[in-house]
């Protein structure tokens, strides 16, 4: 067999509410060959009968931390790059079995992940890595404790991947050529306080205007972007006025920043899904009252933001951020987003609008000729019920992964 035809089911297009019944696809060669309301032949594709089950494309996690295995990031301090490696492998695996085919690696992923995967060494989604996030000194990648004025470990600590600090627009430039030098697909950037650090108001703006143009500039001559973890409206306007092209949280985002980064073309990368998992199970692996704290803020706006880039016309990606023992509540980011956004709209988020964001429209995110055939087959209609997507799975008979099956229980 060369191929597979698949036949009998119903076909979720993204780009429509409502599914198409009578759709064929054929895939050949790793690739979306047809796609049509007739039958289409051929004499040597394997037919897959659906029974009248799903067929969608395969789903895309714009904001995760892959080898982030600790809520309490002081702990990887005492964990080798090698087990945090190990472990990264696992998620990643678990993460193609939730029905994620790509992931954006948003901070800590490298080159020998990504390569790892791509050679075959382990099952998992296409990478897209940001390598390690760049943070000013005392800004929310700088994990150093008050009692340290160095990096007790530069190279073999697993707090090397939470991130790497520069300052000044020297140091970086530096930081993002060298960045993309050990292979990075985007930079990622810290602007404003966060949850995790323990050093920084949440409010507090970081980088100066100079460092995230400069940021910016040496990304797009290299042919790609600048991501940002941003949360205050301050934050998220001068990143976006300084051509960064995503904003990743923006829970206390006002209506006027937003109208900013519509005009600007800037994308948001919600990530609801972490604060209500630190709520619930944060404080059992460590997280601190501080921590707790400040996302106490974000949890409470975080539905806002997103009602409020929806009036703009921002587009809304689909990211969980979910840090080590949190990354099985992934899944959850359907659910809580489905109080303010219907299940087409989020659906939408975690594939089309996503695959815009990897840069890889037509390729990734829809069932079309010549996409990358990444499909999912899902008992039930998601857009009827978004809780076909939970339960590690089990709803998802049937996974296929660049033309190939990762699960098959169809028959």
């Known amino acids: 067999m060369s191929g597979y035809l698949f036949t009998g089911g119903r076909f979720l297009d993204p780009r429509r509410d409502e599914l198409i019944e009578g759709i064929e696809v054929l895939v050949e060669d790793g690739l979306v060959k047809e796609v049509s309301d007739r039958p289409i032949a051929s004499a040597s594709a394997e037919r897959i009968a659906l029974g009248g089950r799903t067929l969608m494309p395969g789903l895309i996690d714009a904001h995760i931390h892959i080898v982030l295995a600790e809520v309490n990031l002081a702990l990887l301090s005492n964990v080798p790059l090698t087990l945090l490696a190990a472990k990264g492998?696992?998620?990643?695996?678990?993460?193609?079995?939730?029905?994620?085919?790509?992931?954006?690696?948003?901070?800590?992923?490298?080159?020998?992940?990504?390569?790892?995967?791509?050679?075959?060494?382990?099952?998992?989604?296409?990478?897209?890595?940001?390598?390690?996030?760049?943070?000013?000194?005392?800004?929310?990648?700088?994990?150093?404790?008050?009692?340290?004025?160095?990096?007790?470990?530069?190279?073999?600590?697993?707090?090397?991947?939470t991130a790497r600090v520069a300052d000044g627009v020297p140091e970086v430039i530096g930081a993002v050529r060298d960045e993309l030098r050990k292979g990075a697909d985007q930079i990622k950037i810290m602007v404003s306080g966060g949850v995790a650090s323990q050093a920084d108001p949440l409010e507090s703006v970081q980088y100066r205007m100079d460092e995230i143009e400069a940021a910016v500039e040496e990304a797009t001559r290299w042919g790609t972007y600048v991501l940002a973890h941003a949360y205050t409206a301050e934050a998220i306007g001068r990143a976006v006025r300084g051509g960064v092209r995503t904003i990743e949280h923006g829970n206390l985002?006002?209506?006027?920043?937003?109208?900013?980064?519509?005009?600007?073309?800037a994308y948001l990368v919600p990530t609801l899904v972490t604060y209500d998992s630190l709520k619930k199970r944060g404080p059992q692996y460590g997280l601190t009252r501080?921590?707790?704290?400040?996302?106490?803020?974000?949890?409470?706006?975080?539905?806002?933001?997103?009602?409020?880039?929806?009036?703009?016309?921002v587009k809304i990606g689909f990211g969980t951020d979910l840090l080590g023992q949190l990354q099985n509540d992934q899944m959850n980011e359907f659910t809580i987003r489905s109080a303010v956004m219907s299940p087409a709209e989020i659906i939408r988020s975690a594939t089309i609008v996503n695959a815009e964001i990897v840069r890889r429209v037509g390729k990734l995110g829809e069932i079309v000729p010549g996409a990358v055939a990444d499909l999912l087959v899902v008992d039930g209609d998601p857009y009827r019920d978004l809780g076909?997507?939970?339960?590690?799975?089990?709803?998802?008979?049937?996974?296929?992964?660049?033309?190939?099956?990762?699960k098959n229980r169809v028959h």
């Open 89 to 161: 492998s696992v998620a990643m695996r678990a993460m193609l079995m939730r029905g994620f085919t790509t992931l954006r690696d948003a901070g800590g992923a490298d080159w020998g992940m990504k390569s790892a995967r791509d050679s075959g060494l382990f099952i998992g989604p296409r990478l897209f890595i940001s390598g390690q996030p760049i943070s000013q000194s005392g800004g929310h990648g700088d994990f150093r404790r008050r009692t340290e004025t160095r990096f007790a470990c530069p190279c073999c600590s697993g707090r090397t991947w």
């Open 290 to 313: 501080y921590s707790l704290t400040k996302n106490e803020i974000v949890l409470e706006a975080g539905l806002r933001s997103l009602e409020i880039c929806r009036e703009a016309g």
């Open 388 to 406: 076909v997507f939970l339960g590690e799975g089990k709803q998802i008979p049937a996974i296929m992964l660049e033309g190939k099956f990762v």
């Open 253 to 265: 985002i006002d209506a006027p920043t937003a109208r900013l980064m519509a005009g600007r073309g």
